[in-house]
C-alpha cells in the first residue's frame, strides 16, 4: 500500500513525463474553436484521447458532451472532473476562424487539456488500484450561454431543453452517478496579481431574455409618419433599464447587458423588426428576480412610448456558483503543496459573471477553482495562454492529487466531504425551478 503522498508524486511526475502531449491537446483546439452545441471536433478529439488512455465513454451528450469513466480498485464515491468543450465568438481575437469567428477567448481549450493531463497522470502512474470509488471525466458542450437564437432552435427541435451544457447533462441524468464535482478555469495573469492558483467563491446566477420589438415598416423618407419604428422602441427600453440601475443595490451585484441583435432590415424602411438579447445577473435568486421584473417593465415602456408591441422570452440561465468549503480545502491543500501558499489567492471572492457549474454547486458539492497562465482580457480579443503549464498543467496535478485526497484510503475524506455537504436541493426540484423560471410575455403598447 503506498501512502498519499507517495501516490501524488507518482501522479505529478506522469503529468510532468506526458506534458508536451497534454498541452499539445489545449494547443490543437485551440486552433478549432467551435461555440456551444457545435464542438463536434473537439468533442471528436476528446473521445479519440479517451480510447487512447483506454477509458470506456460515451459521446453525443446534451450533442457534444462525453463521459469517461474509471474504477478504483475498489467500491466509493465517484468523483467528476469536468473540462468546458465550447469557444466564444471573438471574430477580431488572433486565433479566431475565419467561418464563424469563433475563438477561444475564455481558455476553454486549456480546460480540456487539463481534464486529458488528469487523466493521463491518474491512468499512466498506475495510482487507480489503490482508490476507492471511480473517477468520471466529462468534457461538456455549451458554458457560453450564447447564440440564444440558434440554441433556441434546438430546443424547439427536441435536441436540447436547456440552453447550457451542464444544465442539460444533468436534466439527462449524467450527474445522477456523480458524488462530487470538480473544474478549473484559466486566468489572466494580471487578474491573479502574481498568484497562480485561486480556489474560487461564489458568483452571479442569471436568467437570459430574447426580446423582440414589433412596429410597422414604412418609407423612412417619404412616410415615417405610417410607421411604427420598432428601433426607437428598443432604445426607449435600454434607456428605461438604465434608469433601472440607481435602484440595484451594491450586495446584489446586478448585472443587465442588453445587446442589439438586429436593429432593423434596410436604412431606408422605418424598423419594424428589432430584436435583442440579455441577461439578468445577481448574487441571489431573489435579486434576479427583482432587477428582471424592472427589466420586464422597461421593456414594455418601449413598446408603450412608439405604440409597437414586444415579444419577451425569458429563459433559465445558471444559478449562482457555491463552493463547497470542504472540497475547497482539499483542492486548496494541494494547490499550496504545488505552487507555495503565497501563490494562491485567499478564498472567498465573490464573482460577478456567472457558470454553469453553479447548477452543479446545488445538488452536489463542487467547486470551480482558476489557474494562471491567461494575459489579456477575458472573453476580449487579446485573451490568450501564454503559459501552458500554469494553465493547463498546475490545474491537473492539482486536480488529480484532490481526487486521489478523496478517493485514497477507502475514500475517507471524500466520503466526509459527501456526509458534511447539504445539497441546496434535489435534482427534481433543481429541474422545477429552471422550469419555473420560462416565461413568455407579449404586450401591446
Ligand atoms: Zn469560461
Redesign the pocket.
Known sequence: MSSREELKSKVCDEIEARADGIIGVAQAILKTPEPGFRETRTSRLVADKFSELGIEHRGGLAITGVKGMVRGGAEGPTVAVLG?LDSLIVPAHPEADSKRGAAHA???HAQIGTLIGVATGLIGSGVLPFLSGRVAFIAVPA??YIEIEFREGLRKKGKISFLGGKPELIRLGEFDDIDMAIIT??AASAVMRGRLIGTGGTSNGCLAKQIRFIGRGAHAGGAPHAGINALNAATIALSAIHAQRETFKDADTIRVHPIITKGGEVVNIVPDDVRMETFVRGKTLEAIKDANEKVDRALRAGALAVGGSVEINTLPGYLPMTSDRNLQAVYRANAVSLVGKSKVVPPGRHGTGS?DMGDVSHIMPAIHPYAAGATGT?HGIDYLIEDYRLAVLNPAKIMAMTVIDLLADGAMKGKEVIGKHKPLMTKQEYLDLMESMRKKEEYQG
Open positions: 468546458e475564455c481558455g476553454h458554458e457560453e478555469h484559466t457558470t477575458s
